[in-house]
């Protein structure tokens, strides 16, 4: 069961590919907990925080299309390492801006520097997969929440200290530029392979296999994004949790996600694809209902721990599957399943918020289950590569 791990943290690429993966959960994570103090900063309501969280995930969508394009002129390893610089540049604006507009337009910037460290970052898991006949996809993606698990809990205790705003975020951008230099020789290392450029498109229409990820991947990344962007104004405004705890709603989560993203280049193997998605989305399930039916800071904490691990093992199957699907350039499959299924990280905020408003949080979050259940489904008929 660990013996993926090992190999793992004792190849140089594998690490090194990790780190960036780590470094963008782990931006993302800080971002997330900032979410209330935005919030209370410019008085926004529901919906109203809503269409601001909106600016990240349509500036990805809106460049993602494009994300095949730079990476077949710059390669994947270059495209890599300067998005995610660009996007901690970005990342300590959102805070910091006195204008809400800025604040969008900051959030929009960093959406473009994930969109292309996305595909990229992903596209070189896959070439170190082939190249190396090792597993290593589902790990990365648990770097990736592991980062997020340690972003969201150090700024939710340095929020507690009441550490400046401006201090934390400027911090941790300078950190982040750092860890990525170093490991910029590494990764310059991986193997930039040769475009396919016969019988495969940069961007094409999804054919019907590609259609079935994408449905289930709506699901996930609505879910996803809820966990993301609601968690903690969920913590705070729901559950009433101090400020020390506002973050550890999403920090269980990502704990949760990354420890089984950490299995799952075993368990992924073990027991199929079609399995694990379909135990996910019921495990997802679960464990929203848990945290909206029982608003108390320890079972919210647990039930959102629950759907980090029903979710863990959803994005590394898709990305994995639409990475191998025939007759696509470098990273197209990936890139035009991600165009659409990020729809569901696009309207998942918005959608929130807006019934959020009219409603309540607890039920906006509750209606999430519904489509845990709906991709467990859906994974029942879908064809996985």
């Known amino acids: 069961m660990t013996t993926h791990l ?4 004792t ?40 269409l601001l969280l909106l600016s990240l995930p349509l500036a990805s969508t809106l460049t993602n299309p494009f994300s095949t394009v730079i990476i077949n002129r710059f390669g994947m390893r270059a495209t890599a390492i300067w998005g995610l610089i660009a996007m901690a540049l970005a990342y300590s604006l959102p805070v910091n801006v006195p ?9 929009g910037l960093m959406g473009i520097g994930i969109a292309f460290t996305n595909v990229a970052m992903n596209t070189c898991v896959t070439s170190i997969e082939r190249q190396d006949g090792i597993f290593i996809m589902s790990t990365s993606h648990g ?5 997020g698990m340690l972003g969201s809990a150090l700024a939710s205790i340095l ?32 193997h930039e392979e040769k475009r396919q450029s016969e019988g495969g ?15 289930i991947s709506l699901c996930t990344n609505i879910t996803e994004g809820t966990m993301s962007d609601w968690t903690a104004v969920y913590m705070r405004d729901v559950v009433k949790s101090n400020d020390f705890f506002i973050g550890w709603g999403f920090a269980c989560y990502a704990f ?11 368990l992924i193997p073990q027991y199929g694809s079609r399995k694990v998605l379909v135990t996910g989305g019921i495990l997802a399930a679960f464990g929203i209902l848990l945290a909206v039916l029982i608003p108390h800071t320890t079972t919210a904490i647990l039930g959102f721990g629950l759907v980090g691990a029903g979710v863990s093992c959803g994005a590394p199957i898709l990305y994995g599957s639409a990475a191998r699907v025939p007759g696509m350039a470098k990273g197209a499959g990936l890139a035009t399943m991600n165009t659409f299924s990020l729809a569901g990280f696009l309207a998942g905020p918005a959608l929130i918020g807006l019934i959020s408003n009219a409603y309540s949080l607890s039920f906006a979050i509750g209606l999430v289950a519904v489509l845990a259940l709906i991709w467990a489904f859906l994974s029942n008929r879908a064809h996985l590569y």
């Open 201 to 215: 498109a940069k961007f094409a229409w999804p054919n019907r296999v590609l259609m079935g990820m994408i449905a």
């Open 143 to 147: 770097m990736f929440s592991g980062g």
């Open 6 to 9: 090992k190999t793992y943290f």
């Open 11 to 50: 190849h140089s690429r594998s690490l090194a590919i990790g780190a960036i993966f780590a470094s963008v959960g782990f931006l993302f994570g800080n971002w997330v907990t900032w979410i209330p103090y935005v919030k209370q900063k410019f008085n926004l309501d529901d919906a109203q925080l809503g």
């Open 99 to 107: 204008y809400l507009w800025m604040t969008s337009a900051a959030l």
């Open 256 to 266: 949760f996600m990354a420890s089984g993203r950490f299995v799952g280049d075993a």
């Open 159 to 190: 929020m507690g200290f009441k550490v400046p705003p401006a201090i934390h975020v400027a911090a941790v951008s300078v950190t982040i530029v750092a860890l990525v230099l170093l490991v910029r020789p590494i990764i310059m290392g991986i």
